[in-house]
Nanobody
Framework: QVQLVESGGGLVQAGASLRLACAASGRADINYAMGWFRQAPGKVREFVAS????????IYSDSVKGRFTIYRDGAINTVHLQMNSLKPDDTAVYYCAAGLSFSSRLGDFGFWGQGTQVTVSS
């Protein structure tokens, strides 16, 4: 089992920046791909970004490409999402996820955090 804990959400104005963090604990002997997904009220959960286990490869959704950056810090099972130039459409609950496959598919991620709210006001 892997436990994921997100932090860093909040309320900001359009154009501001936020950085989300996700710390994974549990099966430290397995190197996981990690990703961020988000779900706005009344909408399905959608892919935001993912990163492979080493941090050398990333995938972004078209809606965040160029504004968001996913990266790992010195701890291989900790991942951050730097969000710049935030827009009201970015308002959602952001979920951290971990999985054995590096992809953008929700079904490839078997472990999920509880989510952190990001609200962007206009």
């Amino acid at each position: 089992q892997v436990q994921l804990v997100e932090s860093g959400g909040g309320l900001v104005q359009a154009g501001a920046s936020l950085r989300l963090a996700c710390a994974a604990s549990g099966r430290a002997d397995i190197n996981y791909a990690m990703g961020w997904f988000r779900q706005a009220p009344g909408k399905v959960r959608e892919f935001v970004a993912s990163i492979n286990w080493s941090g050398g490869r990333t995938i972004y959704s078209d809606s965040v490409k160029g504004r968001f950056t996913i990266y790992r810090d010195g701890a291989i099972n900790t991942v951050h999402l730097q969000m710049n130039s935030l827009k009201p459409d970015d308002t959602a609950v952001y979920y951290c996820a971990a999985g054995l496959s590096f992809s953008s598919r929700l079904g490839d991620f078997g472990f999920w955090g509880q989510g952190t709210q990001v609200t962007v006001s206009s």
